[in-house]
């Protein structure tokens, strides 16, 4: 399977489709960062956010960039369990590189600084918080980006409506007055969440809904990939 | 390996493309494929390839490892012939080394030497098709399902595909070729199914003796002698080509694309 993860890798790396993703990233944080400084942790909790659709959209890019027939040469070579989840894999690969970038990217253009006032958080324990953030958004992401991939919708129209539905309402169902928050990925409760002080069992519970939320949407891009191949 | 009361339909309210199929293929054994375009050839080679799951039925003991030729070959990707090869080969569990020679081996026996840095998305189609004939072989498969093979390959690389099929039934695979252009007389001895209205009808062969369709070509003045002479002869005249008048008895319907003396 590791085969396929970098034979994947190496698709959507050469044709340069992977530059589009990282260019809108790019643009997205560069907005965020615009503003002002900010505190690591606060400022990596509104990156997460922003990215997530750019992270859903890199992962429909990296499925769609392989042609139909290769995607099941690769099934005939690997069974369908490990070729699903080799696309799965390549695309958090593909997405830790961009969450990378956003980890980065606020130091290069200073929109955050170091603790000034007793109380805040270290640098580091900014950092790490930041890092969890992202990795809370990239599984929900990736299952999104599955769930809109050309080989679920079978149509590019249908394709960009789930990406975009998908994006907007993981925002929209997560503000707080929400009427159905548990519908949607835990992205801005993480972000509220590392305003102030972040309790350990806060921590627990939106690592569990952020997981539990994927592994339902990838359940369902398992389930809707036994009659698509 | 067979397929058990098969049914497939791609989307849950269309149509059914094969119903209730129930169909078996044995170690050694080679079967052609035949039906009109959209009758359903190349949904049942990717049913038996495992690419397509049933919507109905089971497939039951299909080889560990299969070998499938698609109609196309997807040349639309960033890779080298030597590139894409190799980790095809290495996808399909082949160490780096094994890798290596086994993609040497086939790129020379396939004549692809030429092309070996070419980028795929510069072959000609007959080129590609011999990159997809690569991929199928890269481990010996135990079902090699071939679909329209011939479609694309010059004349050499068209006579390689029987010695490959032969090798692969001699090492207890089994192989599974679909064809619309007559190509299949190249490999004598196989079974014949024939696709049409969602079923699958084994045609028996009327004797085990394995028949071969040649060519000839006749100047045409001399036309109703040779063809009179051939059937003297026990030979059966299937089509006459090439000139308006028909010989002089009609032939009984046969196979239409068939254009000479059997």
Not at chain 2, 37 to 61: E, H, I, M, Y
Request: glycine share 10%; aromatic share 6%.
């Amino acid at each position: 399977m590791t085969a396929l993860v970098r034979f994947r890798l190496a698709g959507f790396l050469r044709t340069g489709r992977a530059l589009a993703p990282v260019l809108a990233g790019l643009l997205t944080l560069g907005i965020l960062y615009g503003g002002g400084r900010a505190q690591p942790a606060e400022a990596y909790g509104v990156s997460a956010v922003v990215l997530f659709p750019v992270l859903a959209w890199q992962t429909k890019i990296l499925l769609d960039v392989e042609p139909d027939v290769q995607r099941r040469l690769a099934l005939v070579a690997v069974g369908p369990a490990r070729e699903q989840a080799a696309g799965l894999v390549a695309a958090a690969v593909a997405g830790l590189g961009l969450v990378l970038i956003a980890l980065v990217f606020p130091w290069l253009v200073g929109g955050v600084t170091g603790p000034s006032l007793p109380g805040q958080r270290s640098v580091p324990a900014g950092v790490a918080l930041g890092l969890w953030a992202h990795l809370l958004a990239l599984p929900a992401a990736v299952a999104l980006g599955a769930l809109a991939s050309r080989v679920i919708t079978r149509s590019a129209a249908y394709g960009v409506v789930v990406l975009t539905l998908g994006s907007v309402c993981a925002l929209v169902l997560g503000l707080s007055k929400s009427i159905a928050p548990w519908l949607a990925p835990p992205l801005l409760p993480t972000a509220k969440a590392l305003v102030g002080p972040l309790p350990g069992s806060t921590a627990l519970l939106l690592t569990g809904w952020a997981l539990a939320w994927a592994a339902v949407a990838l359940t369902g891009y398992a389930r809707a990939r036994t009659r698509r191949a | 390996m067979w397929l058990e009361d098969v049914g497939l339909r791609y989307h849950r309210r269309g149509p059914w493309v094969l119903r209730q199929v129930t169909v078996g293929v044995a170690p050694g054994e080679a079967v052609v494929v035949l039906g009109r375009n959209g009758a359903g050839k190349s949904t049942l080679l990717q049913l038996l390839a495992g690419v397509l799951r049933p919507s109905r039925g089971r497939v039951l003991d299909r080889p560990s490892v299969v070998g499938w030729v698609p109609e196309r070959f997807p040349a639309d990707q960033p890779f080298t012939v030597d590139g894409y090869l190799v980790s095809m080969a290495r996808v399909a569990g082949l160490s780096p080394s094994e890798a290596d020679r086994t993609v040497r081996h086939w790129v020379d026996r396939l004549g692809l030497g030429p092309f070996r840095t070419v980028r795929l998305a510069q072959l000609s189609k007959g080129t590609a098709q011999k990159v997809g004939l690569a991929q199928a072989l890269l481990r010996p498969p135990g079902l090699l399902v071939l679909d329209e093979p011939w479609e694309g390959l010059d004349a050499v690389a068209r006579e390689l595909v029987p010695q490959v099929v032969d090798e692969v039934l001699a090492d207890g695979g089994s192989v599974l070729v679909s064809d619309h252009r007559g190509e299949t007389v190249r490999l004598p001895g196989a079974r014949e199914w024939r696709v049409a209205d969602g079923a699958v009808v084994e045609r028996a062969s009327s004797d085990a003796a394995a028949v071969a369709v040649v060519e000839l070509e006749v100047p045409v003045g001399q036309l109703p002698a040779t063809v009179a002479r051939l059937r003297a002869e026990g030979h059966h005249v299937l089509r006459v080509r090439g000139q308006s008048a028909p010989p002089e008895t009609t032939c009984p319907a046969v196979e239409p694309p068939f254009e000479v003396a059997r």
